[in-house]
């Protein structure tokens, strides 16, 4: 499964937007860029995924570098709710499986 | 609520017990997949099935544990002689084939122990 590389931790302001970082210099033309989090004491949940085109949902945005080597996910104005683990996966089409890393850390500070 | 269920939330074990934990999917959902997450670390795969049949089991899932998925419905992961190395999240998901590309539902996880 191709790589991909996030900062350990981040820190942001309540009410303020979020830009995570994701780098994946070995993706391949397959790999669909999924975002999933998970909050304190629960299971992971699906943010956004997307493939070429950056993507919006009610949770975030999804800009995908046009080279592709890179994402970020956008939080448009981060709430207290909105600390978690935020892991980037990537998955090729058809493969079920998820291949998660470490993920990075956002704390919203008040 | 008609998410992901798992049972039991919590068991703490003696080294060498055998344990089962229950996952029940999302009912009209015919993929359920088992993750293990330990502490610091993002979750690991370990297995998944569509209906009844189990399609991909990770190197991770040695010869003590055992998953299965009788009738297509809910499933049960098996680890037998349990060791302290096994302490850890056991998390299930369960997605829809031809649903949502990938999107996986996931559950509460039952958090194993083991002394």
């Known amino acids: 499964d191709a790589k991909t590389t996030q900062p350990n931790s981040m820190e942001s302001n309540e009410e303020e937007p979020v830009h995570l970082p994701c780098n994946h210099s070995t993706i391949s033309g397959t790999d669909y860029i999924h975002w999933y989090r998970q909050l304190p004491s629960q299971g992971p949940e699906y943010v956004i995924h997307g493939l070429t085109s950056n993507v919006n949902n009610r949770m975030a945005s999804l800009a995908i570098a046009e080279d592709r080597k890179s994402s970020t996910l956008i939080l448009h104005r981060a709430t207290l709710r909105d600390a978690a683990v935020y892991y980037c996966?990537?998955?090729?089409?058809?493969?079920?499986?998820?291949?998660f890393g470490t993920g990075t850390r956002l704390t919203i500070i008040p | 609520d008609t998410g992901v269920s798992q049972d039991p939330r919590h068991k703490i074990t003696k080294r060498g017990q055998n344990v089962t934990f229950r996952c029940d999917p999302i009912?009209?959902?015919?993929?359920l997949y088992w993750y293990r997450q330990t502490l610091g670390q993002g979750p690991e795969f370990l297995t998944y099935f569509q209906n009844e049949a189990q399609l991909e089991k990770s190197r991770l899932l040695s010869d003590r544990f055992s998953a299965e998925r009788p009738k297509g419905s809910f499933s049960t992961l098996e680890i037998q002689r349990t060791e302290q190395g096994d302490s850890a999240m056991y998390l299930c998901a369960s997605s829809l084939q031809g649903g949502s590309l990938n999107e996986q539902f996931f559950g509460p996880g039952t958090r194993l122990t083991v002394l």
């Open positions: 996966i990537l998955s090729v089409f058809g493969n079920e499986k998820l291949t």
């Open positions: 009912s009209e959902h015919n993929r």
